[in-house]
C-alpha cells in the first residue's frame, strides 16, 4: 500500500534552530516525493521535489531508500517557516499525490 | 504561476440536497485535476483524479455516485455531493497539474468547506 507517515503533528523550535520534519513514506517501487507548505490563510504549495536536488528557502530533504525517509531539514530556522509542512509522494505512475497527515511547524523568536 | 480558483468557499446546506462546487484553472488548460478531502487535524485524502472529457477516475472507498465529478473542459471540473448527510460535512480541496508531461506539481484552489446540516 503507498503510504506517507510524518509522525511530528507539531515541532516548535527558537528561531536559528535547526529543524527536522520526518518523513517516511511505503511503497513497493521507486516514488518521487515531494514536500509541500502552506503558510497562513494561503493555498497548499510545492517547497521542493527529491528530484530536483534542490534547496529552497533554506530547506533540503534527501531521498533515503534503504530507510524509506525523505526528511526536510534546514540548519537556521525563521520565524517565517512556521507553516505546515506536508510529505507526499506519487507513485511510478506519476498520476497522483498521496499526501502524510503533516507537521506544524513553529518557530518562535 | 498558475492560478486554481474553487466556488463557493462555505456552503451549508440541508440534509439530503445535493451541493456543487467548482473548480477553474484561471490561467492554464489542466488536463487532469484532483479532488482531496480533508478532516479536520487530518491528511488531505485524495477522492479522485478528473481528466478531461473522461470519467473521474475514484480511489478505494470513495463512493463515485455520492461524489459526482464532471471535467467537461480544459478549465472547469466540478464536485457535486449529492443526497448531502452530516458526514459529509468536510473541508473538499480541488488541484490541478499544469502542462502535459506530470512534474509533481500541483496547483491548489483555497478549499471549499461544507456543511451539512
Known amino acids: 500500500a503507498q503510504r506517507v507517515t510524518q509522525p511530528e503533528k507539531l515541532l516548535s523550535v527558537f528561531k536559528g534552530a535547526p529543524v527536522e520534519l520526518k518523513c517516511n513514506y511505503s511503497?513497493?517501487?521507486?516514488?518521487?516525493l515531494f514536500w509541500y507548505v502552506q503558510y497562513s490563510r494561503q493555498r497548499l504549495q510545492l517547497l521542493l521535489r527529491?528530484?530536483s536536488r534542490e534547496s529552497i528557502k533554506g530547506f533540503t530533504a534527501d531521498l533515503n531508500k534503504g530507510e524509506t525517509s525523505f526528511h526536510l531539514k534546514k540548519p537556521f530556522a525563521q520565524e517565517e517557516d512556521s507553516a505546515m509542512y506536508y510529505c507526499?509522494?506519487?507513485?511510478?505512475?506519476?498520476?497522483?499525490?498521496?499526501f502524510g497527515t503533516g507537521t506544524r511547524l513553529q518557530v518562535f523568536p | 504561476g498558475a492560478v486554481v480558483s474553487q466556488h463557493p468557499s462555505r456552503v451549508i446546506c440541508k440534509s439530503g440536497t445535493s451541493v456543487k462546487i467548482e473548480c477553474r484553472s484561471l490561467d492554464f488548460q489542466a488536463t487532469t485535476m484532483f479532488w482531496y478531502r480533508q478532516f479536520p487535524k487530518q491528511s488531505l485524502m485524495l477522492m479522485a483524479t478528473?481528466?478531461?472529457?473522461?470519467?473521474?477516475?475514484?480511489e478505494q472507498g470513495v463512493e463515485k455516485d455520492k461524489f459526482l465529478i464532471n471535467h467537461a473542459s480544459l478549465t472547469l471540473s466540478t464536485l457535486t455531493v449529492t443526497s448531502a448527510h452530516p458526514e459529509d460535512s468536510s473541508f473538499y480541496i480541488c488541484?490541478?497539474?499544469?502542462?502535459?508531461?506530470?512534474?509533481?506539481?500541483?496547483?491548489f484552489g483555497e478549499g471549499s468547506r461544507l456543511t451539512v446540516l
Open positions: 511503497y513497493s517501487g521507486s516514488p518521487e
Open positions: 488541484s490541478a497539474s499544469a502542462g502535459g508531461m506530470w512534474t509533481g506539481e500541483l496547483f
Open positions: 527529491h528530484i
Open positions: 478528473s481528466n478531461e472529457g473522461s470519467k473521474a477516475t475514484y
Open positions: 507526499a509522494l506519487s507513485p511510478l505512475t506519476g498520476d497522483k499525490l498521496i
